[in-house]
């Protein structure tokens, strides 16, 4: 029993050793190719973050475009206030927001998933392309509550009171961006990769249920022998 348990430590040791070895030559790699990817990345956040405010509020928003990494909403707000050269020309408020600031999960994803020992190439894809559009819904729900912010606080009495009129507070915007820029894009990728491989961390870990048992039945079937032996 006690060389089994011993056997187990070592191998544990042996795979996280591994693993973070990995980690560190496969981290970097993920940011990188993610970086230089992102102007191809963001396109689902642009089309799925339209289609949210053009339903929710089509009298205030038109349309979301595209510019490399960025994305720029067009409002269909006109401010009263004059700006400079702008003379008699009426001008709408866009607003531009990076959705990379929230998308840095995917690479986090990529990272550990790939560092993960003898995990087969099929679920390593699978959990990937999984983990992508779940950080493009964190990347829209980051980007939505940062174009709000942005109206609601910094652009003028005029949007400030078109957004209030939605029904949402200044409170409630500010607690949800809060939660957009610093707790769910670092929370979620580190989340789904414990989730999707819950196996191998109990196997490390010591916490597999399956191991648990079997330990407890080595225990008793000792004590049966050497009750046997009496």
Known sequence: ????????????????????????????????VWFYASTLLIVPVKY????????????LFNAVTQHQYLLSIETLIFP????????????????????????YGLAVISGLVLSVPGLKWSKVFFQIILGYFIVVLVQTFGSFWEMIKHLIFEAGPDTTQAILDTGLTPNLVALMYQLSYLIIPAVV?????IIMNSVF???????DKKQVGNFSKEVVSDKAQKEENK
Do not use: C, H, R
Request: proline fraction near 5%; charge should be negative.
């Open 1 to 32: 029993m006690s060389d089994s348990i011993e056997n187990n430590e070592n191998y544990s040791k042996t795979v996280i050793k591994e693993m973070l070895i990995s980690a560190i030559l496969y981290l970097p790699i993920s940011f990188f």
């Open 48 to 59: 799925l973050l339209q289609m949210i405010i053009t339903l929710w509020q089509p009298e």
């Open 80 to 103: 009263s206030e004059s700006f400079t050269g702008q003379g008699d020309k009426l001008a709408v408020l866009d607003v531009s927001v990076n959705p990379m600031l929230y998308g």
């Open 189 to 193: 990728p580190v989340a789904y990769w």
């Open 201 to 207: 961390i109990g196997e490390i870990t010591g916490l």
